[in-house]
T-cell receptor, first 114, second 114 residues
Framework: QQQVKQSPQSLIVQKGGISIINCAYE??????FPWYQQFPGKGPALLIA?????SEKKEGRFTISFNKSAKQFSLHIMDSQPGDSATYFC?????????????FGKGTKLTVNP | EPEVTQTPSHQVTQMGQEVILRCVPI?????FYWYRQILGQKVEFLVS????????KSEIFDDQFSVERPDGSNFTLKIRSTKLEDSAMYFC????????????FGEGSWLTVV
């Protein structure tokens, strides 16, 4: 019940295209869903996050869509650029009454071709 | 932007040796975490630390592991007797003054056990 399932494992997109990464969770106690971007040899960096009281959050080219009833959330990267090539991890945590540990998905390696 | 600082960036150690990984959290942060990432795999939670005590630990965090904040600034992870399977990138992460704050990751310490 602690798992976060992420797909696809890898994704290749042309420059200017839309990248879509999907995640699903089981624990209904999760109430904070961040996406992290990781470049090789670096630590994960927070990209964007959402709470379940909203269905969508947009920051620049990055949008999270959240479906509470389906227990799914997704990251959309519009106008994908070669500089977006990285590994993306979705995560989930329970911020109330817990240690707030992040449960990560397995990651999606995104390659944006020029 | 404030950052989490980790040392060393890379350490090679003999199996059975003790290793200490160090982290300087973001100033005024109160929640501290260690995560690890085996090469090519997802980021896994090890332990959370709040108010000078462990608040939660995973199955990975067995008796060989310990954490402390000896001087009120550094946050350390000690692996008492390293095993080959401890080879991984270890990330320190910290979060702010109240529940639900963003978790910031350091750049990681790459541990190789030979």
């Amino acid at each position: 019940q602690q798992q976060v399932k992420q797909s696809p494992q890898s994704l290749i997109v042309q420059k200017g295209g839309i990248s879509i990464i999907n995640c699903a969770y089981e624990n209904t106690a999760f109430d904070y869903f961040p996406w992290y971007q990781q470049f090789p040899g670096k630590g994960p960096a927070l990209l964007i996050a959402i709470r379940p009281d909203v269905s969508e959050k947009k920051e620049g080219r990055f949008t999270i869509s959240f479906n509470k009833s389906a227990k799914q959330f997704s990251l959309h990267i519009m106008d994908s650029q070669p500089g977006d090539s990285a590994t993306y991890f979705c995560a989930a945590t329970r911020t109330q009454g817990g240690s707030e540990k992040l449960v990560f998905g397995k990651g999606t390696k995104l390659t944006v071709n020029p | 932007e404030p950052e989490v600082t980790q040392t060393p960036s890379h350490q090679v150690t003999q199996m059975g040796q003790e290793v200490i990984l160090r982290c300087v959290p973001i100033s005024n942060h109160l929640y501290f975490y260690w995560y690890r990432q085996i090469l090519g795999q997802k980021v896994e939670f090890l332990v959370s630390f709040y108010n000078n005590e462990i608040s939660e630990k995973s199955e990975i965090f067995d008796d060989q592991f310990s954490v402390e904040r000896p001087d009120g600034s550094n946050f350390t992870l000690k692996i008492r007797s390293t095993k080959l399977e401890d080879s991984a990138m270890y990330f320190c992460a910290t979060a702010g003054l109240r529940a639900g704050n963003t978790i910031y990751f350091g750049e990681g310490s790459w541990l190789t056990v030979v």
